[in-house]
């Protein structure tokens, strides 16, 4: 079951008029120039750039951690962008998934602590997600890792354990910038292959921000995108 | 919950160097005000305890209502009272040992009831000429029973005879090798003083619940006798609460320093954790939890920091009780007590003040978009720096304006002003050294690159800035302590210089009118000194409208040519001619005591002065400065004789050879009578070594600002490294060596140092005239001078500490990552 799961045929990301303008000191840099795209329920899409075309940055409003400056995005039929602040919170506790190149694990806490970390800070008891987090740790493969700090694992397990983590809340859609980008090619198609199985099995939308040629072909979908402006 | 707390822990405990900077500020902070806090019972207990047990836990001390320094105790009506003792009290020194000062006790045998003696002696051998001493004084001086001592009282030397041994108890729980009791028969003093029947020292224990109740039936009932509290706490209290506000001043620098290093430590732990903030709030957190995350972090570092705060200032109130017990050196410490309340006081305000200084990197910390914090992005700020300088200058201008045009109304609210001061400083110096640097560092780069570029990252690191606000409020204190103590000698040497005699007689333990006479005449007839320069004075403490006092007594005539301390012209005349005709009782007030007590010219004043109440009527107003700190009553010397039978006092006077040797030959004259004789130098220099005591704590309040300030400079050093990590790695990519990086580090650590040190510099003319206006509001009025010359050891050894403190910070960047470092972003 996906939070907030609609009928089939409604978009499950619709965005319209998108821009987005950083502005330093006196020089205005505009990022963005007014996207227009949906992304149905289940759908694997790719999106694909040169450096500043504006990738990651459409991702993070995607992922409500950044604020348009002009346009809107809407999941699962709401705005997300005129959200309160614990509203978004919430959003991204429960119904999205993020993966960074970087991982982003907290150091301090093991392995289960860090896919559990979005149950945590809903407050929910962690004995309802027993077996979720057995079975994520079951496909991620690090069942024997569980206990584990991050910095005892190598990238390509630290990576896993974030899809693992952006899945915990078996959210709706799952957001991916550049999930390959600081691995070797073994772990980058292992992590790719598990990224599209749980697209198969939970029919996870998925958004990848991605560099490589190889994996953009592993969606259904890629979108260009040239100085902010989507190209064919 | 448990994971949180669990995170909370480990994240706490991963930086061991943070944690016990954090700890050391919080705990030393605490222990400090947990100190201070307990230092006024502390003191007041270890005074009043030995003082209770002298008094046999009496309350009250009943005299005659007629002025009779002897009066019958029969007629005494035992309302408001349980029991009296009477006796007669008597000073003498002994003769036969080392000129030892003794208080004699005229006592019934029955009084001795309560005291226990090591062997036992019958009624019959207390009679005739016995003498009941302590085993202290037994064993201090190898006294037996049997053994005689000569002393010297009521002008004459008299034979008396150890009788009995008992505890160090009662009036001999103060004995000392200086100074003891000894209690004998009350028959044998009364035919001595031929006052057979008659008692001067009369003491009752209160019968009500309080002793003001106790003491107000006593006197309805006794119209012929007065009951006075024997011993009150206030006064003591009044005494020590100038030296405790004096601490709780320098406390407030010592929590001024442990606030910017918590904030600056908050600020490192939200800068090396944005990442995992970023993490938390895109899985979904809200900015509430992580401000809440730190926040509780913050909690539990004033936990521990207050529990073990609360351990050191046990310890040092225990110290100090030590130290502060009168007959420590006899191994009589009384109990070491302090009041619960203290321990919740100082537990709150660690977790308060830990949490505060917290807040504001907490409040920042997600502040900026989610992206931009995982990121590491900095949003461009709208710069505050012109409103910090404009709140600044107002700060400042506010409170010099106040300072220089309305002194009163500085004095009344002299620490909010300082303050104000304090902080207008911390305000305006960003932008100027913004400004100066932006004007020098173009000029200064084609010649001195590297210190340029340290300059410059002086100027643009928050961090390194955060090291001169430390710097300079550790800096202030110094100043602070530095001036005070340096104008407290110099106001203290000025007094001295300013009176006119060669030697100084004080401490004589004779309060018969026969034997001063006879010192006096003893002194007259000496050749070797100028018979017109003798002059007596007397100090007596009493009470006025329920408030401690002092009277001084001054012969009229002679104390304005004695001294030019204090100004007593009045016009065309002097003050002191109207204390000339004594019948009169016409008595010169301090103005502080006028003002506290709202008096005026000709206002009528009731001076309770060894318990003789007299009314006078106030002819003079006069700033006495320090000549004493407490409500003041100048009035004829005559007036304490005859109408208060206060007979002695001290004797100054000049002397035709050199002083020196007539101080040695004079101080065997008056040994005999507990007296002791000083050079005017020798007066002068005791007098700063007791000013000192105050300075010293002061000072070590000022260290503990140091040394508290060089580990916060060290933080804020490696938050602005840590901040400038990837920066180095780019200098060093582009052919930075080691040497390179450490000159810059080194540079722009004494640069804050020096540029905090020009701050304070040019603010130390300020501060001191605050200094001194906080001091008036002490009650403590003096001026207080900034010296650069004795600022100046203070200011090299404050760049030692600070630049010894940027040696960690080259040993912990020695092995920079360049490739680490680039990749990382």
């Not at chain 1, 346009?71 to 960074?100: A, D, I, P, Y």
């Not at chain 2, 908050?266 to 992580?290: M, P």
Request: with cysteine; hydrophobic share 45%.
């Amino acid at each position: 079951m996906k939070n907030d799961m609609k009928k089939a045929s409604d978009p499950c990301i619709k965005v319209e008029g998108l821009k987005k303008t950083f502005v330093n000191g006196t020089v205005t840099v505009e990022v963005l120039k007014g996207l227009d795209f949906t992304i149905a329920p289940g759908e694997f899409v790719s999106i694909m750039g040169p450096s500043g075309s504006g990738k990651s940055t459409l991702l993070y409003l995607l992922g409500a951690l950044d604020t348009p400056t002009a346009g809107t995005v809407q999941m699962n039929g709401r705005n997300l962008h005129s959200m309160r602040g614990r509203e978004k919170s919430r959003l991204r506790r429960t119904e999205l998934g993020f993966v960074f190149q970087f991982y982003n694990l907290v150091p301090n806490l093991t392995v289960e602590e860090n896919i559990l970390l979005p149950i945590i800070l809903d407050g929910k008891p962690l004995k309802m997600y027993k077996e979720r987090l057995d079975e994520l740790l079951r496909i991620i493969d690090m069942e024997d890792h569980r206990k584990h700090t991050p910095r005892k694992l190598s990238g390509g397990q630290q990576q896993r354990v974030a899809v693992a983590r952006a899945l915990i809340f078996d959210p709706g859609v799952l957001l991916l910038d550049e999930p390959t980008g600081n691995l070797d090619s073994k772990n980058s198609e292992s992590l790719m292959r598990l990224v599209a199985d749980i697209n198969k099995t939970f029919g996870t939308t998925i958004v990848q921000v991605t560099h490589s040629d190889t994996f953009s072909t592993w969606g259904d979908r890629i979108l260009h995108l040239e100085d902010g402006m989507f190209s064919d | 919950m448990r994971i949180f707390c669990k995170y909370i822990m480990r994240t706490m405990l991963e930086k061991k160097a943070r944690l016990v900077l954090l700890l050391f500020a919080i705990t030393l902070s605490t222990a400090l005000f947990f100190a201070s806090l307990g230092l006024t019972d502390l003191i007041v207990e270890s005074v009043s305890r030995p003082i209770v047990e002298k008094t046999e836990e009496h309350h009250i001390r009943i005299v005659s209502e007629t002025g009779d320094s002897f009066f019958s105790a029969d007629d005494i009506v035992t309302a408001g009272i349980k029991s009296h003792t009477s006796s007669i009290v008597l000073p003498g020194v002994i003769q036969n040992l080392d000129h030892e000062i003794v208080t004699l006790h005229g006592r019934t045998w029955d009084s001795l009831s309560p005291y226990t003696f090591v062997d036992a002696p019958s009624e019959d051998s207390f009679s005739g000429s016995s003498a009941v001493i302590s085993v202290r004084v037994a064993e201090l001086f190898s006294l037996e029973r049997g053994d005689a001592l000569e002393v010297l009282f009521a002008g004459e030397t008299h034979t008396l005879h150890v009788s009995g041994i008992v505890g160090n108890q009662g009036v001999f729980y103060g004995d000392t090798n200086r100074s003891f009791d000894v209690i004998v028969p009350y028959g044998y003093l009364a035919e001595t003083l031929e006052v057979e029947g008659l008692y001067n020292h009369v003491t009752a224990v209160m019968g009500e619940d309080s002793l003001d109740a106790s003491l107000v039936l006593f006197n309805e009932m006794n119209p012929d006798f007065r009951g006075i509290p024997l011993y009150n706490e206030d006064f003591v209290a009044s005494m020590v609460n100038q030296q405790v506000n004096a601490l709780y001043f320098m406390l407030v620098f010592i929590i001024l320093v442990s606030g910017v290093i918590i904030h600056g430590a908050f600020k490192l732990i939200v800068t090396e954790r944005r990442r995992v903030i970023g993490t938390f709030l895109s899985q979904g957190a809200t900015k509430g939890t992580i401000r809440g995350i730190l926040l509780a972090e913050g909690f539990v570092y004033g936990l521990v920091g207050g529990a073990f705060g609360i351990l050191l200032g046990i310890g040092m109130l225990y110290v100090l009780h030590d130290y502060s017990s009168p007959l420590r050196a006899y191994g009589v410490v009384e109990p070491f007590r302090f009041a619960g309340a203290l321990v919740v006081y100082a537990g709150l305000f660690a977790i308060g003040f830990a949490m505060v200084s917290a807040l504001s990197p907490v409040i920042r910390s997600v502040r900026r978009e989610v992206k931009n914090i995982i990121l590491d992005i900095r949003e461009p700020q709208r710069k505050k720096g012109a409103l910090l300088f404009v709140l600044g200058t107002l700060l400042l201008c506010g409170s010099a304006l106040l300072s220089y045009v309305s002194p009163p109304t500085a004095i009344d609210y002299a620490p909010f002003v300082m303050l104000s001061a304090i902080i207008g400083v911390l305000m305006v110096y960003p932008r100027v050294l913004d400004f100066l640097i932006s004007l020098f560092f173009r000029r200064i780069l084609p010649v001195f690159r590297l210190t340029a570029l340290s300059i410059q990252n002086v100027r643009t690191s928050a961090a390194l800035r955060g090291n001169i606000t430390v710097i300079v409020i550790a800096a202030i204190s110094v100043v602070t302590v530095v001036s005070l103590s340096s104008s407290m000698v110099r106001i203290v040497t000025d007094a001295f210089d300013s009176m006119r005699f060669d030697i100084y007689v004080h401490n004589i333990q004779t309060n018969d009118p026969g034997s001063r006479r006879t010192i006096m005449d003893t002194l007259r007839e000496d050749e070797r000194i100028v018979g017109e320069s003798l002059m007596e004075t007397t100090s007596v403490e009493g009470n006025v409208a329920g408030e401690f006092a002092i009277a001084e007594g001054i012969e009229p005539g002679r104390f304005d040519d004695f001294t030019d301390y204090i100004d007593f012209t009045h016009g065309d005349g002097n003050l002191l001619d109207a204390l000339e005709n004594a019948e009169e009782r016409n008595t010169v007030i301090a103005t502080t005591t006028a003002a506290r007590l709202g008096l005026d010219v000709g206002s009528a004043v009731d001076l309770d002065f060894n318990g003789i109440v007299q009314t006078y009527t106030v002819t003079g107003i006069v700033d006495v400065r320090l000549w004493n700190t407490r409500d003041m009553f100048f009035v004829n010397l005559a007036n304490l004789r005859e109408d208060h039978h206060i007979d002695h006092g001290r004797i100054y006077f000049d002397t035709h050879e050199n002083p020196e040797t007539l101080v040695d030959e004079l101080q065997d004259y008056f040994r005999n009578f507990g007296g002791i004789v000083q050079t005017r130098d020798e007066a002068r220099d005791i007098n700063i070594e007791n000013n000192r005591q105050l300075s010293r704590m002061l000072s070590a309040f000022s260290l503990f600002a140091i040394v508290i300030g060089s580990f916060g400079a060290l933080n804020n050093m490696f938050i602005s490294c840590l901040q400038r990590k990837r920066d180095f790695a780019v200098l060093e990519s582009l052919g930075t060596h080691q040497g390179q990086r450490n000159r810059i580090l080194l540079t722009e650590s004494l640069f804050c140092v020096v540029f905090a040190l020009v701050v304070v510099v040019l603010y130390g003319n300020f501060h001191a005239r605050l200094i001194g206006q906080v001091a008036s509001f002490l009650l403590l009025p003096m001026d207080i001078t900034f010296s650069l010359v004795e600022i100046f050891p203070f200011l090299l050894a404050s760049i030692a500490i600070y630049t010894l403190a940027t040696l960690p910070l080259l040993v912990k960047t020695r092995n920079l990552n360049v490739i680490e470092e680039m990749k990382i972003e």
